[in-house]
Structures are given as structure tokens and as C-alpha cells.
């Protein structure tokens, strides 16, 4: 066929597309309306960011949240609901466990009053809410907590003891299917928040994996495997955990990059623990022995010590969080100091 001829033939199906389905229904990968720079919401690390390749979680994409119980799973969520509000945009929490704190989510910065939370009776009310705020084109990052505590109708009205094998998973497909559509579209964050089983009788590999079956890892652009490596101590006291987060699926940049921050108890990640972590590592930082040294200057001995300088000197912590994150290629987050002069408070509960 000649090459105008097929070029004609083209453009007219193009038009027909356009006239029945609307502008935009198909267009060329390279065009500037179909290149589009992934936007994102901070995590609230800056390790994390750097860990997620583009500064924080994908926005218009799916994201699944999973570990072990009390690792920081919700408190993760809840820092991007923090960062989220920060720049002025709205969040919700579906929050099927019934266990979200008011006064913890607080102290992670949360605007409490600007929240919108439901807490659902059932799975497909849970999901049909989260539709219809999607579809509302005026939530910026929505939160399911979580996967495992969705229970299917029938389940409800059944008698503790029946079995339904399979219903959970056949839901999590059928409402993911509708759902990615959507979230794209309204360029929404969606966070799923899951919990870890064990498969039984596996002798060899990994015998733990997440529950809804095999759906969510697939319409997932980003997983996030959360542990709880060591516990933080002053004295006798446990005022944190450190914990490890490993991107095990990324769709937006390269995975399986990890990073470690400090999850301290009523006050949630540690955003100078981290920038001081990670300013060592870029040498920003210098350390030589225990002492800690910034722009020519000591600052402390041992790593408390230098914590607590630069939350006596918001300047300096401004100068260093700036440093960071030039050099890890990520955007200068709002307020940055404001958020890291939050006290300890060592007697909260431990979130997951």
C-alpha cells in the first residue's frame, strides 16, 4: 500500500476514535500530552525518597505497604497523608481495622481535622467508597488499612467456622481492575496496607507472602517490604525501632534498593536521624571516630549528640537538609526544619 494512502487511512480511523470515545483516546508515545513527568508525594524520608528513584510514591499509581505486625506499616501511610496535606492537598483513610489513633496520627503531623475517615463494615462497601473518592477527582492520596481486614459480605453474614476459599481474592482482582483505571485518571495515590501470612508446608524459599491473593502485586507500581531491624534504647527505655525498607517492585524507576531510618515512638520517622545518616554517607557529613563534623564545625559526639545540635540549630539543619537532598536529586520539602524540631515522646504506643 502506498505510504499516503496508509498515512490517510490512519488519520481518518484516528478521527473516528476521537469523535466516539473523545480527545485524547489515542495519541503518539511521543507527543508532549502523552509525556508525562511522574509527580509524587514524599514519604517523608529522605532515604526513602531516594529509594523510590523519582523523590517519593508515585502519584496516579497503586502502592502496596507490607511486613510483620508493629514494623511501621501505618505509620509509613500516615507520613505521606502528613506530606500530602503539607502541600496542600487532601487525603483519606479507609480504615477497615478500626484502630487508626486521632492523637497519633497528630504527632506525625497529620491535619486531623482535614482527614476524611471511614471505617467501613464490609469489603465491598470499603472498596465502593474508595471508588467513588477517587472518582471524585479531589483526593490527592487515599489510604486502604489494610488488605487483610476486607471482609467479603458473605463472609459477614456467614457462621464463624464456613469456609469461603477464594472470595477475598476474586474481590481484590475485580476491584483492582476498576480501580487502576480510575486512580490513573485522577492522578491519585493509592496506598494499600497488608499484612504477611505463612504458606504452609514450604520447605524451601520464602514461605511468607501477602494476603487478597496474587492481584494486588500485580496492579501494584510500587511494594514496599517494611522490617523492624533493632530496637532504639535511652538507658532501659525502647523509644523506637530502625527499621529497613526494601522496594521490592518499582515500576517508575530500577527496585530492590533499600534504605534503613528511624521510626521513634510518638513522633514517627526521624527526619534528622536520617539526614544526618544520609550526609554521612554522601560525605557531607564527616565522621571521624564518634565525633561528628558539618562545614568545619563539630557538632557533636555521638550520634544523639549531633541529633540534638541540629535540632537547637533549625538553620544549619535547613543548610543540611538542602545539601541532601541536592545530591540525592530530590526537590527541597516543605517546612523541613519545622518537622524536625518535634520532641521525643518516649511513652506512645508502637504503631504498625
Known amino acids: ?56 510514591f508515585p502519584r496516579g499509581r497503586v502502592v502496596e505497604i507490607f511486613g510483620p505486625e508493629s514494623s511501621g506499616k501505618t505509620t509509613l501511610a500516615l507520613q505521606a497523608v502528613a506530606q500530602a496535606q503539607k502541600a496542600g492537598g487532601m487525603a483519606a483513610f479507609v480504615d477497615v481495622e478500626h484502630a487508626l489513633d486521632p492523637v497519633y496520627a497528630r504527632k506525625l503531623g497529620v491535619d486531623v481535622d482535614n482527614l476524611l475517615v471511614s471505617q467501613p463494615d464490609y469489603a465491598e462497601q470499603a472498596l465502593q467508597i474508595a471508588e467513588a473518592l477517587i472518582q471524585s477527582n479531589a483526593i490527592d492520596v487515599l489510604i486502604v488499612d489494610s488488605v487483610a481486614a476486607l471482609v467479603p459480605k458473605a463472609e459477614l453474614d456467614g457462621e464463624m467456622g464456613d469456609s469461603f476459599v477464594g472470595v477475598h481474592a476474586r474481590l481484590m482482582s475485580q476491584a483492582l481492575r476498576k480501580l487502576t483505571g480510575v486512580v490513573a485518571k485522577s492522578n491519585t495515590l493509592l496506598i494499600f496496607i497488608n499484612q504477611i501470612r505463612e ?154
Open 1 to 56: 500500500m502506498d505510504p499516503k494512502e496508509k498515512a490517510r487511512l490512519l488519520s481518518v480511523t484516528l478521527g473516528n476514535l476521537e469523535k466516539q470515545f473523545g480527545k485524547g483516546t489515542i495519541q503518539r508515545l511521543g507527543s508532549h500530552d502523552a509525556i508525562t513527568q511522574v509527580s509524587v508525594i514524599s514519604s517523608g524520608s529522605v532515604s526513602l525518597d531516594a529509594a523510590l528513584g523519582v523523590g517519593g
Open 199 to 352: 504458606k504452609i508446608g514450604v520447605m524451601f524459599g520464602n514461605p511468607e507472602t501477602t494476603t487478597g491473593g496474587r492481584a494486588l502485586k500485580f496492579y501494584s507500581s510500587v511494594r514496599l517490604d517494611i522490617r523492624r531491624i533493632a530496637a532504639l534504647k535511652e538507658g532501659e527505655n525502647v523509644i523506637g525501632n530502625r527499621t529497613k525498607v526494601k522496594v521490592v517492585k518499582n515500576k517508575v524507576a530500577p527496585p530492590f534498593r533499600e534504605c534503613e531510618f528511624d521510626i521513634l515512638y510518638g513522633e514517627g520517622i526521624s527526619l534528622v536521624g536520617d539526614l544526618l545518616d544520609q550526609g554521612v554517607e554522601l560525605n557531607i557529613v564527616e565522621k571521624s571516630g564518634s565525633w561528628y563534623s558539618y562545614g568545619g564545625e563539630r557538632i557533636g559526639q555521638g550520634r544523639e549528640n549531633a541529633k540534638q545540635f541540629l535540632r537547637d540549630h533549625p538553620e544549619t539543619l535547613a543548610q543540611l537538609d538542602a545539601q541532601v537532598r541536592q545530591a540525592l536529586g530530590l526537590v527541597a520539602a516543605p517546612a523541613a526544619a519545622e518537622s524536625a524540631e518535634t520532641p521525643k515522646a518516649a511513652s506512645a504506643k508502637s504503631r504498625g
